[in-house]
């Protein structure tokens, strides 16, 4: 009966050891391919912005939209880099550069001689005789946005705001509705850059 007990011992044991040879690494494998995976494309998904918070009331009217160099996009860089400096969550951004889209096509724009509108300059069109610095310091991006959101803190219930409304009442525009037609754009640009 000894010998009996022992050969169903070592049967038992060396099945546990074949099995777990052979289904060890396999189900190691099995166990870790999908959990590997699955935390990188949760990270992907997560380092874009929510449209839903970039557009919260939808898109207003027809869309315009440009291709954007290597300056243009430059400057959404840096309009963006001046929004979270701010402490501005993403919708600041899509604000700022639906704006700089209608105002300057995000392009620093200089004097235009007498194709300039006063004496507007820079990015947002920003005029030194209305207070918003020195036209050195406007046709700096950084500054000239960060004057943008200064005025745009001001602005009671920005955040709620359709994107036309906040923006002219910052820029006080001769054509307010004109930055609605941006704003696709401008959240796409955040989305893209937001996180780069």
Do not use: C
């Not at 979270?84 to 995000?106: C, D, F, M, N």
């Not at 001001?154 to 036309?164: I, N, R």
Request: glycine share 10%; no cysteine; net charge negative.
């Amino acid at each position: 009966m000894n010998s009996i007990l022992r050969k169903s011992v070592l049967g038992v044991a060396g099945l546990a050891f074949t099995g777990g040879v052979f289904a060890g690494p396999i189900a190691a494998h099995a166990d870790t391919g999908p959990v590997a995976g699955k935390p990188a494309a949760v990270a992907v998904q997560a380092d874009k912005p929510d449209m839903g918070k970039l557009i919260p009331h939808g898109v207003q009217g027809a869309q315009s939209k440009i291709t954007l160099n290597g300056e243009q996009t430059g400057n959404v860089k840096a309009i963006i880099a001046a929004t979270k400096k701010a402490g501005l969550p993403e919708r600041a951004a899509v604000i700022s550069i639906a704006t700089s889209l209608q105002e300057s096509k995000l392009e620093n724009l200089g004097h235009l001689g007498d194709a300039n509108d006063h004496d507007s300059l820079g990015l947002f069109q920003q005029r030194p005789t209305s207070g918003w610095g020195t036209p050195e310091q406007i046709t700096d991006p950084e500054y000239a946005t960060t004057a943008f959101l200064k005025g745009l803190k001001q602005v009671d219930g920005w955040q709620d705001m359709p994107l036309t409304q906040a923006a002219q009442t910052v820029q006080v525009s001769a054509y307010p509705d004109a930055y609605a037609q941006w704003e696709q754009q401008a959240a796409d640009l955040v989305a893209q850059y937001w996180n780069s």
